[in-house]
């Protein structure tokens, strides 16, 4: 089977010069704006970087606007006749008038002030469902890479260029408020899930024999602490188990592959109150000095060793992809001639595919395994899908219908991305089980073998489904809200209703 065997070593391998991945697995998988003057509470869903919507809607950079609707006189106005409407007319010494003057405009019905009122009031910033669409699209095609292994997978949708680009506009939203306390919240709601996730996984290593390695001393119990504050690769057992057994050898190092992204992340939100205020400065500059950094550190050029030579990689490829979405939040893009926007990002894609061309690995168009590649092939992508980015209030026409899991996808982006990995090797486990049912295996263990990958495809959403009722609702504790087992927007649709 092809699901990620070795995830990209580049989480794990402190002496790669650029993180690659054994097998198919690999990364699952960026004129000044303007900043937005106004700031809304947390949105209430699980994934780090959600606000109360997206940015862009309306029009305008700073999210929802309001409707101002006509209204009606009450006290000065005149009949539908009157030439001069909006005067209010004086009869003559003498003259009686020929109706009360309490008359001359009929009182407005309660009803129709009712909705006067609301329409007047200033709308409420929604979610923006394509943006919500995009981060769906984006985690299933990490979970079909993972299983399938497809190297085209990287090209046709760069999923991770997608969730970076998408958490830097959300972000740089958010810090219209004091960084300090945007920082905190965003690691309050990305360090919970990732610590039940470790509490599965870390006593289960250790239950299998795991142990210190003696020549690190303290270093390696140092290291083991970034399973509580990822600022650098948990250490793992490259080989955990035994042969035959439940477990693959490599099932830890399978395991802890995911968990890249959240160090990514945190280096992001940590560095974004300074990337912000440079990209206002310098936009441009600022957005593609990340890619510029890739050509030297990505491409061998120059070395940067151990966990920070890690870290500083994952930062550079897809730091251009972050900034991109200041860019989005700021307006920026908008203010580009869409002809020009258009035409440099196929540039830029076009640079990234030939530079693949050149440096294909054993694994041929796998973009996670050549980094410049990746870098700009991924930052043209996500250019052209926010330069054309819609503002849908809600799913259209067909994919009205998929509303539901996309919902559901969005608030437990996390869980989902964090226990896939080893969930696939649960759908693994399972599918094996097959031979050893009577029967069964001895009459289609040839169709077992042939549909193997389709049979784990199969498994793995309801265990997603159970993973994400055993341990979703830690998404929701981590935002401060009531903790929900299978949010999917389902009942709020229903009381609106």
């Known amino acids: 089977m092809t699901y990620p065997n070795q995830p990209r070593r580049d989480e794990h391998d402190a002496s790669a010069a650029w993180p690659r991945t054994g097998g198919a697995a690999a990364h699952p998988g960026h004129a000044p704006g303007r900043p937005r003057q106004n700031s809304s509470p947390e949105y209430e869903n699980g994934y780090p970087e959600y606000e109360s919507g997206y940015p862009g809607q309306n029009g305008s950079p700073g999210g929802g606007g309001s409707y101002a609707s006509p209204g009606y006189a009450t006290g000065t106005g005149t009949t539908g006749t009157d030439p001069f409407p909006g005067q209010v007319r004086t009869a003559a010494p003498g003259a009686t008038a020929p109706f009360p003057a309490a008359s001359a405009v009929p009182a407005e019905p309660a009803e129709r002030t009712e909705r006067t009122e609301q329409a007047e009031a200033p709308a409420r910033p929604g979610r923006d469902r394509y943006l919500d669409l ?218 990234g595919l030939w530079w693949a061309s050149g440096h294909l690995t054993e694994e041929g168009w796998n973009l996670d395994e050549i980094p410049l590649a990746q870098a700009t092939w991924s930052l043209g992508f996500c250019a052209v899908l926010l330069v054309y980015a819609p503002s849908w209030r809600k799913l259209p026409g067909k994919l009205a219908g998929w509303d ?57 959403w309801p265990l997603l489904g159970l993973a994400i009722l055993s341990f979703g609702w830690v998404e929701d504790v981590a935002a401060k809200r009531r903790p929900r087992l299978w949010p999917n927007g389902a009942d709020k649709r229903r009381s609106a209703v």
């Open 134 to 351: 995009l981060r769906a699209v984006a985690l299933v095609r990490v979970v079909f890479f993972h299983l399938f292994g497809w190297a085209w997978l990287t090209v046709l949708f760069p999923s991770m260029g997608v969730m970076f680009a998408l958490a830097g506009s959300l972000m740089a939203r958010s810090l219209s408020r004091p960084a300090g306390s945007v920082i905190r919240s965003r690691l309050r709601r990305l360090l919970p899930p990732m610590w039940a996730f470790s509490l599965v996984v870390v006593p289960m290593m250790f239950a299998l024999s795991w142990k210190p390695v003696r020549d690190e001393g303290l270093w390696w119990f140092l290291k083991l602490g970034c399973y509580l504050f990822p600022i650098g690769s948990p250490p793992y057992p490259e080989e955990s188990g035994s042969t035959g057994g439940w477990l693959e050898l490599t099932w830890a190092d399978q395991a802890v592959g995911p968990l890249w992204y959240i160090r990514a992340y945190l280096w992001f939100v940590l560095a974004s109150p300074l990337l912000l205020k440079a990209f206002r400065r310098l936009p441009w500059v600022t957005m593609l000095a990340p890619v510029a950094l890739t050509a030297v550190i990505g491409t061998g050029l120059v070395t940067v060793p151990g966990m920070l030579g890690e870290s500083l990689i994952d930062f550079a490829v897809f730091g251009a992809c972050w900034i991109l979405g200041f860019a989005h939040n700021d307006g920026l893009l908008k203010e580009v001639p869409r002809y020009l926007a258009v035409s440099s990002a196929a540039i830029v894609m076009g640079f």
């Open 404 to 460: 539901t899991l996309v919902t559901l996808a969005n608030n437990r982006a996390v869980t989902i991305y964090l226990w896939h990995n080893i969930l696939l090797m649960a759908g693994a486990l399972i599918v094996d089980q097959l031979w050893n049912v009577p029967w069964l295996g001895d009459t289609f263990g040839t169709y077992i073998e042939q549909s193997y990958n389709g049979l784990i495809f199969i498994a793995i």
